[in-house]
């Protein structure tokens, strides 16, 4: 076969009976009027359209598009003669088919629309290099592969099933919206399910490419689901007091890993000094160093019942958690007290302390022995004296959640009177570490919060409930500030720097003092603070969400449970209970002479674990 000559020619007039081609479609051209043409589709349709609109594949004459039937050609020899250059629609028509009629022409022209072996316009057709066709073949059946691939996974998916290594790729789609990373998902638009993180999340249940086991909540907050990995700096040899001669106490709840504050009671010629050790994190984070900026990221520990994220590298605990070692460098709050017990000194240094590590169950059963006696003495006063200035108690029923070897175990928590000791003593070395910058001048950031909007101190679940409603959020700043929740008129945050930034921060600023060195000014403090509570609602809400997963885990693994909830609200009909087993506040559907704070037996209906949906209804068979 050869190739006709090339030569420069006219394009002939488009004219009655003219092939053409409109928006890729053959038509005939029925007749010419002044500015526009009426054309004939294949369907039988005719429409008025301009001469721009279309492109002549043949002057014809066509007497119908019927004769537009498939013809025999040498399309593929044309091809490799003609590979790497250029040519007409009417050459190419020749050269294949041997003439070139609006029926070859027609032929012509869809094989050049395939797009395989030549692409452009009836008046410069372009052929593809062999190269170029081979890898254009590669990825059609590269496409085809994944329609099939597609195709396939969409009918697993509606059977409730997936194949591990050919469905990947969908199922991370899937699992990117459930962890809120992307937000649209072409499997579920194609499974016809609303677009949510929680419907990707139960779909993911469904297949069983997930389990009960993830929580994908902080994920979807953004938060930091790894361990830190960054360089730790060598603990200083530097002058520390010895006060390992001094009995000190680390009191937590059983399986606390990271112990960072403990309690030491001294009797002084002048009376007594209340010790609050804390762990020296200070020593080997200093304010801008790779580790303060990565805890500063993260804002602080995340605690989930299957685990914990923490704000330093595990090494930084081991090092530095009281109790962990023989001995533990500390930076200790020496607080004297008068005879009422009343804090009439204060003293911050840098020591070493020789720590026992107890639960609040065992100083529970020791309260009558010294010095725990004394120590739940002086916490006492202490809460007596916040309580006269104001301090709010908000009593609800709070519950432990765990996962201990895959199981959930929940464990209602009793209000030990060792953990008001240990809470009381914390609170004091808050109010002390404050009170000492403020004589000092050292910058700090202060924690404060303003009084409820009401003046009710209910001492009942139904009226704590309400009286949390109406609770205003603590807030960070540079500023003292009194502290209406606690009863407090100066307060810091200052006993778990392994576990709350801006603890570390404090420790950060007194150590400065301490040495003699500068002190992060007011601007400083305050992008510290904006960087922990830009953090702190999701890390609080991701716990939260985190606990409630678990809890209905434990549903879900315990469907005939029943129980007792209260009740703490009602309204037409239903009414919202704390189940103080579970730490739940559902709403139920109460009987009509169910009264605020009384008890209703209850059982379980449902549970829906995407959505944190746990559904009870009052149990009639034990009412």
Same mark, same amino acid.
């Given at each position: 076969?050869?190739?006709?000559?090339?030569?420069?020619?006219?394009?002939?007039?488009?004219?009655?009976?003219?092939?053409?081609?409109?928006?890729?479609?053959?038509?005939?051209?029925?007749?010419?009027?002044?500015?526009?043409?009426?054309?004939?589709?294949l369907?039988?349709?005719?429409?008025?359209?301009?001469?721009?609109?279309?492109?002549?594949?043949?002057?014809?004459?066509?007497?119908?598009?019927?004769?537009?039937?498939?013809?025999?050609?040498?399309?593929?020899?044309?091809?490799?003669?003609?590979?790497?250059?250029?040519?007409t629609?009417?050459?190419?028509?020749?050269?294949?088919?041997?003439?070139?009629?609006?029926?070859?022409?027609?032929?012509?022209?869809?094989w050049?629309?395939?797009?395989?072996?030549?692409?452009?316009?009836?008046n410069?057709?372009?052929?593809?290099?062999?190269?170029?066709?081979?890898?254009?073949?590669?990825?059609?059946?590269?496409?085809?592969?994944?329609?099939?691939?597609?195709?396939?996974?969409?009918?697993?998916?509606?059977?409730?099933?997936?194949?591990?290594?050919?469905?990947?790729?969908?199922?991370?789609?899937?699992?990117?919206?459930?962890?809120?990373?992307?937000?649209?998902?072409?499997?579920?638009?194609?499974?016809?399910?609303t677009?949510?993180?929680?419907?990707?999340?139960?779909?993911?249940?469904?297949?069983?490419?997930?389990d009960?086991?993830?929580?994908?909540?902080?994920?979807?907050?953004?938060?930091?689901?790894?361990?830190?990995?960054?360089?730790?700096?060598?603990?200083?040899?530097?002058?520390?007091?010895?006060?390992?001669?001094?009995?000190?106490?680390?009191? +937590?709840?059983?399986?606390?890993?990271? $112990? #960072?504050d403990?309690?030491? @009671? /001294?009797?002084? !010629?002048? =009376?007594?000094? *209340?010790?609050?050790?804390?762990? +020296?994190?200070?020593?080997?984070?200093? $304010? #801008?160093?790779?580790t303060? @900026? /990565?805890?500063? !990221?993260? =804002?602080?520990? *995340?605690?989930?019942?299957?685990?914990?994220?923490?704000m330093?590298?595990?090494?930084?605990?081991?090092?530095?958690?009281?109790?962990?070692?023989?001995?533990?460098?500390?930076?200790?709050?020496?607080?004297?007290?008068?005879?009422?017990?009343?804090?009439?000194?204060?003293?911050?240094?840098?020591?070493?302390?020789?720590?026992?590590?107890?639960?609040?169950?065992?100083?529970?059963?020791?309260?009558r022995?010294?010095?725990?006696?004394?120590?739940?003495?002086?916490?006492?006063?202490?809460?007596?004296?916040?309580?006269?200035?104001?301090?709010?108690?908000?009593?609800?029923?709070?519950?432990?959640?765990?996962?201990?070897?895959?199981?959930?175990?929940?464990?209602?928590?009793?209000?030990?009177?060792?953990?008001?000791?240990?809470?009381?003593?914390?609170?004091?070395?808050?109010?002390?570490?404050?009170?000492?910058?403020?004589?000092?001048?050292i910058?700090?950031?202060?924690?404060?919060?303003?009084?409820?909007?009401?003046?009710?101190?209910?001492?009942?679940?139904?009226?704590?409930?309400?009286?949390?409603?109406?609770?205003?959020?603590?807030?960070?700043?540079?500023?003292?500030?009194?502290?209406?929740?606690?009863?407090?008129?100066?307060?810091?945050?200052a006993?778990?720097?392994?576990?709350?930034?801006?603890?570390?921060?404090?420790?950060?600023?007194?150590?400065?003092?301490?040495?003699?060195?500068?002190?992060?000014?007011?601007?400083?403090?305050?992008?510290?603070?904006?960087?922990?509570?830009?953090?702190?609602?999701?890390?609080?809400?991701?716990?939260?969400?985190?606990?409630?997963?678990?809890?209905?885990?434990?549903l879900?693994?315990?469907?005939?449970?029943?129980?007792?909830?209260?009740?703490?609200?009602?309204?037409?009909?239903?009414?919202?209970?704390?189940?103080?087993?579970?730490?739940?506040?559902p709403?139920?559907?109460?009987?009509?002479?169910?009264?605020?704070?009384?008890?209703?037996?209850?059982?379980?209906?449902?549970?829906?674990?995407?959505?944190?949906?746990?559904?009870?209804?009052?149990?009639?068979?034990?009412?």
């Amino acid at each position: 076969m050869e190739a006709p000559l090339s030569a420069t020619t006219v394009d002939p007039p488009i004219s009655p009976g003219s092939l053409v081609l409109y928006k890729q479609q053959a038509a005939r051209v029925a007749a010419m009027g002044p500015k526009k043409l009426t054309i004939v589709l294949l369907d039988g349709e005719s429409l008025s359209v301009r001469p721009k609109d279309v492109e002549l594949l043949h002057p014809g004459p066509l007497r119908s598009l019927a004769q537009l039937r498939p013809v025999e050609g040498e399309m593929k020899a044309a091809w490799e003669l003609l590979s790497g250059s250029t040519t007409t629609l009417s050459e190419l028509a020749e050269l294949a088919y041997g003439e070139y009629t609006p029926t070859t022409a027609w032929a012509a022209w869809q094989w050049v629309t395939d797009g395989l072996y030549a692409r452009g316009t009836p008046n410069e057709i372009e052929f593809q290099t062999p190269e170029q066709v081979a890898q254009e073949q590669a990825e059609r059946e590269r496409r085809i592969a994944e329609r099939q691939a597609w195709t396939a996974f969409l009918q697993r998916a509606r059977e409730g099933s997936f194949d591990v290594e050919q469905d990947a790729q969908y199922l991370n789609e899937v699992e990117s919206l459930a962890l809120d990373k992307i937000g649209s998902s072409r499997v579920l638009n194609e499974l016809g399910r609303t677009q949510t993180p929680e419907n990707a999340h139960a779909l993911l249940l469904e297949l069983g490419y997930w389990d009960h086991s993830v929580v994908p909540y902080p994920q979807r907050f953004g938060l930091p689901t790894a361990t830190p990995d960054v360089h730790l700096q060598q603990l200083p040899d530097e002058p520390r007091v010895d006060l390992t001669h001094l009995p000190a106490f680390a009191i +937590d709840d059983e399986g606390t890993t990271d $112990p #960072d504050d403990a309690l030491s @009671l /001294e009797h002084t !010629a002048n =009376g007594r000094r *209340l010790w609050v050790h804390v762990a +020296d994190v200070a020593a080997i984070v200093p $304010p #801008d160093s790779p580790t303060d @900026l /990565e805890a500063r !990221a993260r =804002g602080a520990t *995340l605690y989930l019942p299957d685990g914990k994220v923490p704000m330093l590298p595990r090494h930084a605990t081991q090092l530095l958690g009281l109790g962990l070692q023989a001995t533990s460098p500390a930076l200790s709050f020496g607080l004297d007290l008068d005879a009422n017990d009343q804090v009439v000194a204060v003293e911050v240094l840098p020591s070493h302390v020789r720590v026992t590590r107890l639960t609040y169950a065992d100083v529970e059963e020791s309260l009558r022995e010294e010095p725990f006696h004394e120590l739940h003495h002086i916490a006492q006063r202490f809460e007596r004296s916040r309580r006269e200035n104001g301090a709010i108690d908000i009593d609800l029923p709070e519950v432990s959640v765990r996962v201990t070897d895959g199981h959930v175990v929940i464990k209602p928590l009793p209000p030990l009177r060792s953990r008001a000791l240990v809470r009381e003593a914390m609170l004091m070395a808050g109010e002390a570490a404050a009170r000492f910058a403020l004589n000092e001048g050292i910058p700090l950031p202060y924690t404060t919060q303003d009084p409820p909007d009401t003046d009710e101190r209910p001492r009942d679940l139904a009226g704590m409930l309400n009286l949390r409603r109406h609770m205003v959020r603590s807030d960070h700043s540079s500023l003292p500030g009194p502290h209406a929740g606690l009863g407090l008129a100066r307060y810091v945050q200052a006993t778990s720097p392994l576990r709350r930034y801006l603890d570390l921060v404090v420790h950060q600023q007194l150590r400065a003092h301490l040495r003699g060195e500068g002190l992060l000014g007011t601007q400083d403090l305050m992008e510290r603070i904006g960087a922990a509570e830009a953090l702190a609602g999701s890390a609080s809400k991701a716990e939260r969400m985190a606990i409630q997963h678990w809890t209905l885990v434990y549903l879900l693994e315990n469907p005939g449970w029943r129980g007792e909830g209260i009740v703490v609200e009602r309204w037409d009909g239903r009414g919202k209970v704390i189940i103080p087993e579970l730490g739940l506040e559902p709403q139920v559907q109460l009987p009509q002479d169910c009264a605020l704070n009384s008890s209703v037996p209850l059982r379980l209906s449902d549970i829906d674990l995407p959505t944190l949906g746990a559904y009870f209804r009052v149990d009639t068979t034990r009412s």
